[in-house]
T-cell receptor, first 114, second 111 residues
Framework: GAGVSQSPSNKVTEKGKDVELRCDPISGHTALYWYRQSLGQGLEFLIY????????KSGLPSDRFSAERTGGSVSTLTIQRTQQEDSAVYLC????????????FGPGTRLTVT | RKEVEQDPGPFNVPEGATVAFNCTYSNSASQSFFWYRQDCRKEPKLLMS???SGNEDGRFTAQLNRASQYISLLIRDSKLSDSATYLCVPLWTGTASKLTFGTGTRLQVTL
């Protein structure tokens, strides 16, 4: 079946602009995660959605970052007033839900802030 | 102590060799483990899940040593296509929402 998809695959934006990144999880997966990975670094957790529960936002680095998940499926990560340090690959993962912890990743969005 | 520690490598091995990586973890309550592989500029892909003392899948074997708090990944008969970074990811259900990914161990298989 179809895996996790993300769009756009690449995004170049000017410092100060807002960007929206989209994630479409595997059909039927109730858990959705956002991570970011800077060059040569490990994955940094950002936010986690599980079903209709309140999201775990503990990894968001600042209030310029927010995410939504509409209808329990597609998620959008929004970064406002982008800064150069926001440049990274933003990865989305999904898992089938409570009791299953194996996460499957999308191809990521490479964000470059100039 | 870091939650997950792995030798960053690179481990350079010839094709056909056997290579093993260790991963140490700090939380003794870790219940399960995952090994992911990540190719350069690609997303991590799940390689193996370990829910008990170990797991084996073809050329890949994972073994868990709870007493010493480490998990190993053994790759037999290395292929060029095994060249990647291998990420050890412990899970404890108290923080299931936040799997902790380290920077992994880089493997380079050569002719």
């Amino acid at each position: 079946g179809a895996g996790v998809s993300q769009s756009p695959s690449n995004k170049v934006t000017e410092k100060g602009k807002d960007v929206e990144l989209r994630c479409d999880p595997i059909s039927g997966h109730t858990a959705l995660y956002w991570y970011r990975q800077s060059l040569g670094q490990g994955l940094e957790f950002l936010i986690y959605f599980q079903g209709n529960s309140a999201p775990d936002k503990s990894g968001l680095p600042s209030d310029r970052f927010s995410a939504e998940r509409t209808g329990g499926s597609v998620s959008t990560l929004t970064i406002q007033r982008t800064q150069q340090e926001d440049s990274a690959v933003y990865l989305c993962a999904s898992s089938s839900g409570i009791g299953s912890y194996e996460q499957y990743f999308g191809p990521g969005t490479r964000l470059t802030v100039t | 102590r870091k939650e997950v520690e792995q030798d960053p490598g690179p481990f350079n091995v010839p094709e056909g060799a056997t290579v093993a990586f260790n991963c140490t973890y700090s939380n003794s309550a870790s219940q399960s483990f995952f090994w992911y592989r990540q190719d350069c500029r690609k997303e991590p892909k799940l390689l193996m899940s370990v829910y008990s003392s170990g797991n084996e899948d073809g050329r890949f074997t994972a073994q868990l040593n709870r007493a010493s708090q480490y998990i190993s990944l053994l790759i037999r008969d290395s292929k060029l296509s095994d060249s990647a970074t291998y990420l050890c990811v412990p899970l404890w259900t108290g923080t299931a929402s936040k799997l902790t990914f380290g920077t992994g161990t880089r493997l380079q298989v050569t002719l």
